[in-house]
């Protein structure tokens, strides 16, 4: 039984992915976690500066999901190479660097710092994060996602991924758009902007009055957003929004997905990957299928 997934040159073990800012840079949760069960972790997204990020609180649980509005809170990119890198290395699970900027040339310094590092085999360009206040995402613009891949794809040679927002008309042109440019992944969905009011103060209850929305109310919607990249795309698809179970990772699988990404329920249950792929396991003895990558787009319509 195959469980084993390829990104490019980026050969994941199995198809589990934790994604960005749900599980620190890892070391957070050594003795925790069964590390050989995760194909990579995700980096919280790293920028040029330190963040102290968005003023408190930052996140709040709904009755049916969770808001957050951590607003990239990070060590800064020297700090990351410095104090971050050399633990997460440690670990016994493959890094994926989340690389965030407020212009190109935030970009453009990031990758080409860790273009220099040989230990770290892929990067996941952010284009997508609602926390931070800017007036345009780059992946609402499918013109802006495209000039900042292109230039980005010409500093490196490692395998790279691009994450882009569901928060616009049309995702298919944003994705076209990045694997025009050259991205060798689609890394989707991100959070939904919501926003949440306290009848009692009247004051919302995010410090930055809104955030993105997620856990597994927003799982139909995101299954629809990969089934419609996945129907325009040709390159892989790092696709979650709302996994909880194996079966929510099976759907994204049918849907399109390469391999799947788990955040929020990270917060609750670290280790959930392990209850992914041993459900994983058990569907694809049950089906008889020797390799998951044979699940990939299987929807029957």
Do not use: H
């Not at 957050?68 to 890094?95: D, H, M």
């Not at 992944?185 to 410090?207: D, R, W």
């Not at 299954?223 to 929004?241: C, D, E, F």
Request: charged share 25%; aromatic share 8%.
């Amino acid at each position: 039984m195959n469980l084993a997934v390829k990104i490019k040159n980026f050969q994941l073990r199995t198809p589990i992915v934790c994604a960005s800012g749900t599980f620190g840079y890892g070391e957070e949760l050594k003795g925790l976690v069964n590390f050989k069960n995760i194909g990579a972790v995700t980096t919280k997204t790293i920028t040029i500066n330190s963040r102290e990020g968005n003023p408190p609180p930052r996140i709040y649980e709904t009755e049916y999901g969770v808001m957050n509005s951590i607003g990239l809170e990070n060590p800064g990119l020297s700090g990351f190479l410095a104090e971050k890198l050399p633990r997460l290395l440690k670990l016994p699970v493959k890094p994926l660097v989340s690389v965030g900027g407020f212009s190109q040339e935030d970009y453009e310094q990031i990758v080409k710092a860790l273009e220099t590092k040989e230990e770290i085999e892929a990067i996941e360009v952010n284009l997508s994060c609602p926390n931070i206040k800017m007036k345009k995402m780059f992946s609402q613009d499918s013109e802006a996602t495209y000039n900042l891949v292109k230039s980005l794809r010409a500093i490196t040679k490692k395998t790279f991924i691009v994450k882009i927002t569901p928060e616009v008309s049309d995702i298919t042109e944003i994705a076209k758009a990045a694997q025009s440019a050259g991205a060798d992944a689609i890394s989707l969905v991100n959070t939904f902007f919501a926003l949440g009011i306290n009848i009692e103060t009247k004051k919302p209850y995010l410090g930055s009055v809104y955030g993105g929305y997620s856990s597994r109310a927003i799982k139909p919607l995101a299954l629809y957003k990969v089934w419609q990249v996945y129907k325009n795309v040709t390159i892989p698809l790092i696709a979650g929004g709302g996994i909880e179970t194996a079966n929510d990772a099976i759907e994204f699988f049918l849907a399109g997905a390469t391999a799947i990404s788990i955040g929020t329920i990270n917060l609750v249950y670290p280790d959930r990957a392990t209850d992914i792929l041993k459900g994983l396991k058990d569907y694809m003895k049950r089906k008889k299928i020797k390799d998951i990558n044979e699940l990939k787009g299987g929807m029957v319509s």
